[in-house]
């Protein structure tokens, strides 16, 4: 019987690929090139693995994801009520229909499941299952045609890796060893560790329509596009259809090269350059990294001090220690002292980092308390102050995802009519009635309706059904203005509280 290859559709009509002496291989614009058009489509790219802890809370097929709570934002926490069953022969992936599962087991899972369940109740992390997973689908001749050849092709820096010759060289070693024994494989050592080098150089994250981590993904023809901190276009996956998309984020002259940011480009150029280096073995050499003061943003590139230095460096280790920190306060507290010890020293605005990436961070931690009221008023505060200058494009994915949080926010407060306990949000009144009265979030979610326009991406979706799926009034303007008065005088005393630290150790 013929094997069939997995069933896949790409589009690249507008695109050439050459080579630069700089970047090497790259992708350039074979004509102009609009604002949010789809530069490259690629139904099914050749890998997507999950994260491990996503394995609990994500269709294994469509990749629904928790509670489908972009469905109904009201609910707000993500992960309830999504039931997934789990496969009943390896006890690893789930799945939200029979018919999913049917889906995946015919495509890919029946080659995978017999070894997780041989492995069960250990999960191989997902970079292991990656390569496993395409090794199995290459010897039951699945792959689409060409496309093993084209991933060997890509760069490893296995060089660089062995050079280093620190923890992570092992840790390819390790994984190389492993996956010829899983995989059953007659490639060698040499070549399996070429393999994970290749994909840990090219792969992206793949994340939810709302900008969450859900695993990795990997296509050789969206590893040649070279990274810029002064991007033009930025990395979309469709959930729904398996889609990942490169997307133009502003025009793009013809023969101009596409770029997009492997990093978080709003970061300082030291703490950009090192990770850069540390993950993919380059220098950039853009031009916001050769100018000192970054002209969008307006701030310097580089602490003034060695003591705002000392600064920044804690306030980075606060974030990053509130990022994994499990409990309810814990992580409140580290984000409001890392926002206190920066605006204390007077040099960083609202939108200089790690200040904005801080209270992103807030945002999400006083959600995870059930602090409605004080996360809305962060949430305001970084989609009114922080994103128009962070994000100057209205487009740009994380200022819709920004939002639409808000707008989240506000229906929760809204329907589980709840009261401020806030201090601040108590003097100023931001109550459900005064919400749904001024038509806050009517005036919010047609805002966000104009960004979204004539895009079909998943995101857009969900922000077009909830909108057909509420009633609407007239934005009264006037009122509206009202609310968003009370909204900006309650975000200013927050600020001015941020400077003072309590006794009780935060912010007073």
């Given at each position: 019987?013929?094997h069939?290859?997995l069933?896949?559709?790409?589009s690249?009509?507008?695109?050439?690929?050459?080579?630069c002496?700089?970047?090497g291989w790259?992708l350039?614009a074979?004509?102009?090139?609009?604002?949010?058009?789809?530069?490259?489509?690629?139904?099914?790219?050749?890998?997507?693995?999950?994260?491990?802890?996503r394995?609990?809370d994500?269709?294994?097929?469509?990749?629904?994801?928790?509670?489908?709570?972009?469905?109904?934002?009201?609910?707000?926490?993500?992960?309830?009520?999504?039931?997934?069953?789990v496969?009943t022969?390896?006890h690893?992936v789930?799945y939200?229909?029979k018919?999913c599962?049917?889906?995946?087991w015919k495509s890919?899972?029946k080659?995978?499941?017999?070894?997780f369940?041989?492995?069960?109740?250990n999960?191989?992390?997902?970079?292991?299952?990656a390569?496993?997973?395409l090794?199995?689908?290459?010897k039951?001749v699945?792959l689409?045609?060409?496309?093993?050849?084209?991933f060997?092709?890509l760069?490893s820096?296995?060089q660089?890796w062995?050079?280093r010759?620190?923890?992570?060289?092992?840790?390819?070693?390790?994984?190389?060893?492993g996956?010829k024994?899983y995989a059953?494989?007659?490639?060698?050592?040499?070549?399996?560790?070429?393999v994970?080098?290749?994909?840990?150089?090219?792969?992206?994250?793949?994340v939810?329509p709302?900008y969450?981590?859900?695993g990795l993904?990997?296509?050789?023809l969206?590893?040649?596009?070279?990274?810029?901190?002064?991007?033009?276009?930025?990395?979309?996956?469709d959930?729904?259809?398996h889609?990942?998309?490169?997307i133009a984020?502003?025009p793009i002259?013809?023969d101009?090269?596409i770029?997009?940011?492997y990093?978080?480009a709003?970061?300082?150029?030291?703490?950009?350059?090192k990770?850069?280096?540390?993950?993919?073995?380059?220098?950039?050499?853009c031009?916001?990294?050769?100018?000192?003061v970054?002209?969008?943003?307006?701030?310097?590139q580089?602490?003034?001090?060695?003591?705002h230095?000392?600064?920044?460096?804690?306030a980075?280790e606060?974030?990053?220690a509130?990022?994994?920190?499990?409990?309810?306060t814990?992580?409140?507290?580290?984000?409001q002292?890392?926002?206190?010890?920066?605006r204390?020293t007077?040099?960083?605005?609202?939108?200089?980092?790690?200040l904005?990436?801080?209270?992103q961070?807030l945002?999400v931690?006083?959600?995870?308390?059930?602090?409605?009221h004080?996360?809305?008023?962060?949430a305001?505060?970084q989609?009114?102050?922080?994103?128009?200058?962070?994000?100057?494009?209205?487009?740009?994915?994380i200022?819709?995802v920004?939002?639409?949080?808000?707008?989240?926010?506000?229906?929760?407060?809204y329907?589980?009519?709840?009261?401020?306990?806030?201090?601040p949000?108590?003097?100023?009144?931001?109550?459900?009635?005064s919400?749904i009265?001024?038509?806050?979030?009517?005036?919010?979610h047609?805002?966000?309706m104009?960004?979204?326009?004539h895009d079909?991406?998943?995101?857009?979706?969900?922000?077009r059904?909830?909108?057909?799926?509420?009633a609407?009034s007239?934005?009264?303007m006037d009122d509206?203005?009202?609310?968003a008065?009370?909204?900006?005088?309650c975000?200013?005393e927050?600020?001015?509280?941020?400077?003072?630290?309590?006794?009780s150790g935060?912010?007073?």
């Open positions: 019987m013929a069939r290859a069933e896949q559709h790409i690249v009509d507008i695109t050439n690929k050459k080579r002496d700089e970047t790259g350039y074979s004509r102009k090139i609009a604002a949010r058009e789809a530069i490259i489509s690629i139904e099914r790219p050749l890998v997507i693995s999950l994260d491990i802890p394995l609990k994500t269709c294994y097929e469509c990749l629904g994801y928790g509670s489908e709570a972009y469905r109904k934002p009201e609910t707000i926490a993500w992960e309830e009520d999504k039931k997934l069953q496969c022969g390896c690893v789930r939200c229909s018919e599962q049917t889906l995946s890919v899972h080659h995978e499941c017999s070894l369940a041989r492995l069960h109740p999960i191989l992390p997902n970079n292991v299952r390569v496993v997973q090794l199995l689908l290459r039951a699945r689409p045609r060409g496309e093993w050849d084209d060997m092709n760069e820096h296995l660089q062995e050079s010759n620190g923890r992570q060289w092992e840790d390819i070693g390790l994984m190389a060893r996956t024994e059953e494989t007659n490639l060698s050592e040499e070549t399996l560790r070429e994970f080098g290749k994909l840990l150089v090219n792969c992206f994250t793949m939810s709302f969450d981590p859900l993904v990997l296509h050789p969206a590893a040649l596009v070279n990274h810029s901190c002064n991007y033009n276009a930025f990395v979309r996956f959930t729904s259809s889609c990942l998309s490169i984020l502003r002259a013809r101009e090269q770029v997009v940011s990093i978080d709003t970061n300082p150029r030291h703490v950009r350059q990770e850069l280096q540390d993950k993919y073995f380059f220098d950039c050499a031009s916001k990294c050769s100018d000192y970054t002209k969008e943003e307006g701030v310097p580089l602490p003034e001090s060695s003591e230095l000392l600064v920044e460096q804690r980075f606060l974030l990053a509130a990022q994994k920190d499990t409990s309810i814990g992580p409140i507290q580290k984000c002292y890392g926002i206190h010890i920066l204390k007077g040099a960083w605005p609202l939108h200089r980092q790690p904005a990436s801080l209270r961070q945002v931690s006083l959600i995870a308390a059930g602090q409605i004080l996360a809305l008023v962060h305001w505060i989609y009114q102050s922080i994103d128009p200058k962070l994000l100057t494009e209205k487009h740009h994915p200022r819709l920004h939002l639409w949080l808000v707008i989240v926010l506000l229906k929760r407060i329907f589980d009519s709840l009261s401020p306990t806030d201090l949000i108590q003097k100023y009144g931001i109550t459900s009635k919400i009265y001024t038509n806050l979030i009517d005036h919010l047609w805002a966000l104009r960004r979204v326009e079909d991406g998943t995101f857009a979706q969900v922000v059904h909830q909108f057909i799926q509420q609407h007239a934005v009264k509206f203005l009202k609310e008065e009370k909204l900006k005088a975000t200013t927050i600020l001015e509280k941020e400077l003072v630290w309590g006794e935060a912010a007073a």
